[in-house]
């Protein structure tokens, strides 16, 4: 008994903590989200009305909620899968034996998941330049005409997420890094031995080790890729022809741009609502490879 009194009185301070800058702020939100919250009701809160799930009616609804959905599962669809393996590629090759200047490299390519995202978002505006900029100055050498990146809604999303790979893949592959240096040596050695090919041994060693690490990656690159906004705020605005707006920014200019609280809380709910559908698949999906 004094045991779990200790226990509480010890974990005390982390859920106060939690319970004032975490749940009661999301149960807010929630509460707004059934409301027609507005300009209006931000300058005299008896202008405020319970609407109930109104909000989310209304953006479901809407042709822009599912455009912008599309945008973000392409973004997901396509960005994260070239984020895990450009992680997991960069970290094996730091993990070779043969590799020098580890120390180096690994500051070189961690670089980019600590600057600021606008920053560098604004530089590689300018590399993305149709006419000046460094990309097409590159393919120009090649004969290949100028692509107008940021300018035609067939390129702007790949664009982003070219951006996006090389802005984050670092964080991964330090992850994937530790768990590929805690595979025992044996392992490999003896596959040599018995005559199995670097094919082999990844397929039959590597992945199956890194399974859980894989998992733990991919449920935090498609949870941070859902969330996609400050790409397309700096570098497109959600143009051209709507090609770049995520759910997030769609909420952003519900809230921000025209003032609708409430609308932009039942957004920010149904997002959750979808990274955890994925997070719950993913999850299964590991599950069901472990066992296999």
């Known amino acids: 008994m004094n045991e779990n009194r200790a226990g509480w009185l010890l974990s005390a301070p982390a859920l106060i903590v939690l319970g ?16 027609d919250f507005d300009l209006y009701a931000l300058a005299d809160l008896h202008n405020l009305r319970f609407v109930w799930f109104g909000n989310y009616v209304d953006v479901l609804t809407r042709p822009l909620f599912w455009k912008s959905l599309v945008n973000t599962l392409y973004f997901v669809g396509v960005g994260v899968p070239l984020s895990i393996a450009a992680s997991l590629g960069s970290a094996m090759l730091l993990d070779s034996q043969r590799a020098r200047w580890k120390g180096f490299f690994r500051t070189a390519l961690f670089a980019p998941v600590v600057t600021t995202v606008v ?3 604004v530089i590689w505006r300018y590399l993305l330049h149709t006419r000046y900029g460094l990309i097409n100055y590159t393919l120009a050498h090649f004969g290949i005409a100028p692509i107008d990146w940021l300018g035609d809604p067939h390129w702007s999303m790949p664009a982003i997420i ?4 090389w802005k984050n ?3 991964n592959m330090i992850i ?16 040599r031995i018995d005559g199995a090919s670097a094919t082999q041994q990844f397929r039959h060693i590597t992945l199956p ?21 400050a790409e397309p705020y700096v570098m497109t605005q959600g143009d051209p022809l709507q090609s770049t707006v995520s759910v997030l920014y769609f909420m952003y200019e519900e809230g921000f741009k025209w003032w609708s609280l409430g609308r932009a809380s039942a957004i920010a ?24």
């Not at 004032?20 to 409301?35: D, E, R, Y």
């Not at 994937?176 to 596959?191: K, M, N």
């Open 20 to 35: 004032a800058f975490f749940f009661v702020p999301v149960l807010a939100a929630f509460a707004l989200s059934l409301t």
């Open 119 to 121: 920053a560098v978002a």
């Open 162 to 165: 070219l951006f996006a790979v």
């Open 169 to 171: 893949f670092g964080y």
């Open 176 to 191: 994937l890094l530790a768990g590929l240096q805690s595979i025992p040596p044996d392992l490999y050695e003896a596959a």
């Open 209 to 229: 080790m890194l399974r859980p690490v894989l998992l733990l990656v991919s449920i935090i690159t498609v949870s941070g890729y859902f969330q996609l906004f």
């Open 269 to 292: 709910f149904l997002l959750f609502a979808l990274i955890l559908a994925a997070t719950v698949l993913l999850q299964r999906f590991g599950r069901r490879g472990e066992m296999a």
